[in-house]
């Protein structure tokens, strides 16, 4: 199961890179369906669209609700190059996703295990099985590099 995650954050991975295009930070998610098909894509798009809810998980679970038709995304999981923060994480327990899939911790602002675990808090009631570190050092260096070169 983990090299069929580790294709599905290759394709958050490239979609990572487009925001960097952009000069968005390079962040990238998919939702897969319960048949591991991907029904909804996303990059950071917060300057571009002027919108500071233009995360890219927000933007793939936005696109999956479509595809899906319903926001209920029960049985989906969501891939995501970094770990997702605390709206990006209310948004995923929002859309009833049971899997969330990571690529690289986010010490500064991660809400799903590392500052904070928004998903598996037990007041909230619910349970998210997290797996982490795949491809993390490809997502974490891509992320490292681009902001090297702000610097």
């Known amino acids: 199961m983990h090299a069929f995650y580790e294709a599905a954050m290759g394709e958050a991975l490239m979609l990572a890179r487009a925001a960097q295009n952009l000069g968005e930070v ?15 894509r996303g990059f950071n798009q917060r300057a571009v669209r002027s919108d500071p809810t233009a995360h890219a998980e927000v933007l793939a679970l936005r696109e999956a609700a479509e595809s899906a038709g319903s926001w209920r995304l029960e049985g989906c999981t969501l891939v995501v190059t970094l770990e997702p923060c605390a709206m990006c994480a209310g948004a995923l327990l929002a859309a009833r996703i049971p899997r969330l899939v990571i ?10 295990g590392s500052q ?8 909230i009631g619910s349970k998210v099985e997290v797996i982490a570190d795949v491809r993390g050092v490809e997502s974490a260096t891509l992320l490292r590099e681009f902001f090297e070169q702000r610097r």
Do not use: F, M, N
């Open 103 to 112: 690529g690289a911790w986010d010490q500064k602002a991660g809400a799903t």
């Open 26 to 40: 390079p962040v990238g998610a998919v939702v897969l369906d319960a048949e591991g098909s991907v029904i909804g």
């Open 116 to 123: 904070w675990d928004l998903v598996r808090d037990a007041r």
